[in-house]
């Protein structure tokens, strides 16, 4: 098994081989993805379409002198498998050492650290100007699927590459006919009128661009990319190499239902089940259904989601029954949220769906078109805080921290089930405030309770006690009820417990009581600390006779942690926080 | 004067006139710009292009019930003048009346608030969704300049205009063939070609995302205007007009310099000359100076702009100089801060060139391009803080708190000539950290001083007192400067003073040592407090012995403000300070 990848130490290695082991070395590719896949999941449609491509690309370039910059690189296992890092995927034991995206630390063949959409042309178009002002000659590669495509830096770097640089830059356009959903917009109309005139049509949304243009149609052949690749290498202008691809390409399960296996979980590779299938009540499911209610009810109710609909449980068949009560605006974050802005504006109820880490990519319209204009938009985070996504380039940690210094923008932390249904409801019925539900995460909490957003900023007081005074935001309101039994256990007295709900400011008439007959108050984030909810309360009572100890991730970019090592590092323990308590109300 | 002008009350008047009349109309309207702008500028070039445009818009459409949505709407002054508020331009003293841009404060003809480019087709598919389930009928228009179609979100409006909304939205792509200075990117070859061939080009970036299309060359002429528009006024699809227009039609000064004429302060009409000519030295002929010297000394520097080069003094002239070391992506943040992140990968020294009011637009690329790739990129943002831009949709005041929860992201906040340069010098040379800085504004300080900023986060000491420690953060360490003298003068101590040029972080042993003795610090920050310099403060010594007070705007919006009135408002003026701290410290 891996014959012929075990002689692949290399890129060099690669143009030693004839064309019957490149077939040979792609087969085994697949072999090696299947061994890590089927038993650690990850990226699967992305990386089995692409490994043709891949093995020509270095067939044909000499990387790490001429630059391979992947967008999302959610598709580079095999370009990670060339360029020394096999292991990663056929060796179980080093699985871990790869972190399933680009990543210079691992390697002299990655340039950047990749996670988020349609940045790959604006990346190169960098790396060939600095290229050219060193007077330096090599080739400048971007790969980027169709999906990406339609997110608007994407479009930017299209546009710069077609006339601001006048020199080497190959753009790949990877066509698989597939975002992780279908793909959504015009330009797929140019795309398909390309595939389907071997890229004769006068339609052609490169050469509109100002670009040189290429076609290819076996995508998945590799002597066909090689023969093009060849005829661009040394190329004195930008051009779009546009590749026809099959998405999953080698697994039957995977080209029947691409949506379903964009990203898969550890499965069976002879049944294509997975082993892990979550099924009872869930955050995602109690989402869903709230969606599909809301649309049954108000007719002018509509999702929009710029990235992963699965993420609240929206798969093909849930969207048809939303009908026209959803709208995929294709990866486009922006578009999203200044487009429900438009419809709040004209009497509409939006909810856009998205999750923190991709929600970042659109302050500018959450804060203009949404905030300053003051449209009740509802925008739901998923993923948000430390629990769910934990690769660098999708932490969930800024989810509050991004936004909350954005005026008019309500930032609600529901920590239960009923909180998050009635955040949802409130949000979308008024029509005062633009709002963002951060999404819990984990096991659904059931904790009945009854509560009026209309009081902005007002706290719910759960419990009245002594001395300390326990703030728990959003999902770690759980801690902090937590913490309160053991703080009674340790030190004699039961803790005043808070539930905030809101993150985007402070219930003053509550504190000011507070700073009167407590001695601390303990606030417990689950994100960074910088911009949290912490910190406005540390402000506000920066001259009153409390102290206040803030509890939140310190702010710096954390990669494949596990949670209990990081709560550990910033003191969020029990026992930690009781000690510090302890000193303080000697 | 105004005998048309002064017949309008309402847009139902502009379709009882005759051909002759709309033309006096449209003569009226210039002469009721030349009134505003000659007095109190404004935005010249966008609206001088577009006056027959409006005016054929308000004779075929029926606003408000049809929607039209301005992009940035700086061009939106003959609207303002047809839809009710022509005072707001021939009454001198109704002039602060009227806000520059749409504002649905002022009437029901504005939807939006808008400021920033490239988002009207966005929130103009949204306002059409919202028709479409409420099955309603009328007619929504979009109204965006060609300038802004190199931004990622009007392109991402076009895809989904293209294929996602299957009713009546009509974008009008108003063509002047200008951005604020010339346009840049491959997509104006195609809309040249199609100026060329009167619409007939195949190259057609509008079909390429799939929208109809029509052409009206003469953009300039009301009654082809009108043909045009009442062509497409019940189209049941989205279409795009593509109008060519003359960027300051109807003054010569400003078809001959339309770059210098995009925006003007005050003039003479005969002339042509501004009444205020800066002079002197400033921070812009400052920065601008060391842009020309960096670009001599360094190969591989280039300074990338994505907005308005004439904020930092690069003039046509000095871009030409410039040369290779300079690049303008057109209208498109994103674009130019991950270029800015493959050069600085690549080995070159980008400096990014923005404001604070449009970098927020690149959050994202700001936290991953850039941030979690650790590039040694420098983004330098003019008219940060309260003095500069003051309308609600362009504010300064954001600068620091957009950015100061991303991890590796150095901010600095020179406070004065020395620090500016020392800064710009320090940033532009090392290979560590990725460098936000944020300019001063107003008067230039001259302070001696050197800095060490590779010691990240480290304070300067200025000044060692006793009691109080005042913190004055960037543009504001002059007031605190000025707060010591009047501290010593009213309470008979010298208080320390610190310029702490960091805003992304603090000097921990320097806190911890005036935890130790000092009652109160005081800090003072030129924009919002969410997220500063001195929440962190507060929130660091949350359980220490000491009190800490933070000046700096609450979270709201403001518009159109005088800067007394702000620090007064939240009791940022040396009498208030010193009463509050002298409570504190008896």
Redesign the interface.
């Known amino acids: 098994m891996y014959d012929i990848l075990n002689r692949i130490n290399s890129p060099a290695d690669v143009k030693e081989l004839n064309a019957v082991e490149l077939e040979g070395l792609a087969s085994d590719v697949r072999d090696a993805l299947f061994n890590r896949l089927t038993k650690i999941g990850g990226h699967f449609g992305p990386n089995f379409g692409i490994v043709e491509a891949t093995i020509a690309l270095h067939y044909v370039f000499s990387s790490p002198v001429d630059?391979i910059?992947f967008d999302v690189s959610h598709q580079s296992y095999t370009h990670k498998m060339l360029t020394g890092r096999k292991n990663g995927y056929i060796v179980d034991e080093d699985f871990s050492k790869d972190s399933g995206y680009t990543n210079?630390d691992e390697s002299e063949h990655d340039?950047?650290?990749?996670?988020?959409t349609s940045?790959s042309i604006?990346?190169?178009?960098?790396?060939?100007?600095?290229?050219?002002?060193?007077r330096e000659k090599y080739s400048v590669i971007a790969l980027i699927g169709d999906g990406s495509l339609?997110?608007?830096?994407?479009?930017?770097?299209?546009?710069?590459?077609?006339?601001?640089l006048n020199s080497n830059l190959i753009i790949i356009v990877n066509d698989n006919q597939m975002s992780i959903a279908e793909t959504?917009?015009?330009?797929?109309?140019?795309l398909k009128a390309l595939r389907e005139s071997n890229g004769e049509s006068?339609?052609?949304?490169f050469?509109?661009?100002?670009?040189d243009y290429m076609y290819v149609n076996e995508g998945n052949n590799i002597q066909k990319l090689i023969e093009a690749f060849k005829k661009v290498k040394d190329i004195d202008h930008p051009i779009v190499v546009h590749i026809n691809t099959i998405k999953g390409n080698g697994y039957k399960f995977a080209t029947e239902n691409k949506e379903a296996w964009h990203y898969t979980s550890p499965f069976n590779k002879e049944t294509g089940e997975r082993y892990y299938v979550p099924n009872g009540e869930s955050y995602v499911s109690i989402v869903k259904d709230f969606i599909l209610n809301k649309a049954k009810k108000d007719?002018?109710?509509?999702a929009l989601c710029p990235d992963v609909p699965g993420n609240f449980g929206l798969n093909k068949q849930v969207r048809e029954e939303l009908g026209?009560?959803y709208?995929?605006?294709?990866i486009?974050e922006?578009?999203a949220v200044?487009?429900?802005?438009?419809?709040?504006?004209?009497?509409?109820t939006?909810l856009v769906l998205s999750s923190a880490t991709f929600m970042?990519?659109?302050?500018?319209?959450v804060?203009?078109?949404v905030?300053?204009?003051n449209s009740p938009v509802t925008i739901l985070l998923s993923y948000s805080g430390m629990n769910d996504l934990r690769d660098?380039?999708h932490l969930g940690i800024?989810a509050v921290?991004?936004f909350?210094?954005?005026?008019?923008i309500v930032i609600l932390c529901p920590s239960s089930k009923d909180e998050l249904l009635q955040a949802l409801e409130w949000s979308t019925t008024q029509k005062e405030h633009p709002v963002i539900i951060v999404m819990p995460s984990g096991k659904v909490v059931y904790r009945e309770s009854k509560y009026d957003f209309n009081s902005i900023n007002k706290f719910e007081l759960v419990k009245k006690g002594e001395k300390v005074a326990l703030i728990g935001l959003g999902d770690f309101f759980t801690k902090a009820q937590f913490l309160a039994v053991e703080m009674k256990d340790k030190l004699g007295f039961e803790p005043t417990l808070i539930n905030p709900s809101f993150a985007s400011?402070v219930d003053k008439d509550l504190l000011d009581k507070l700073a009167l007959n407590h001695k601390v108050i303990v606030t417990l984030e689950n994100g960074?600390?910088?911009?949290g909810l912490?910190?406005?309360i540390?402000?506000y009572l920066?001259?009153k006779d409390i102290?206040?100890?803030?509890y939140g991730l310190e702010?710096?970019?954390i990669d494949r942690y596990e949670v209990e090592d990081l709560l550990e590092e910033i003191g969020l323990t029990s026992d930690k926080i009781i000690k510090?308590v302890s000193n303080?109300i000697k």
């Open positions: 630059k910059i210079p340039l950047f650290n990749i996670g988020h940045t604006s990346l190169a178009t960098g790396v060939a100007k600095a290229r050219d002002l060193k339609s997110g608007g830096e994407a479009l930017e770097g299209l546009n710069v590459a077609g006339a601001e959504h917009g015009g330009i797929y109309k140019s006068s339609n052609n949304i050469k509109a661009f100002g670009l007719p002018s109710f509509v026209e009560h709208l995929d605006v294709g486009a922006e578009q200044a487009m429900a802005s438009g419809v709040a504006k004209n009497g509409g939006p970042q990519r659109t302050y500018d319209q804060s203009h078109d905030g300053i204009n660098i380039s800024f921290s991004t909350n210094d954005i005026p008019n400011g960074v600390k910088d911009n912490g910190e406005k540390a402000s920066g001259d102290k206040v100890l803030n702010k710096k970019f510090r303080l």
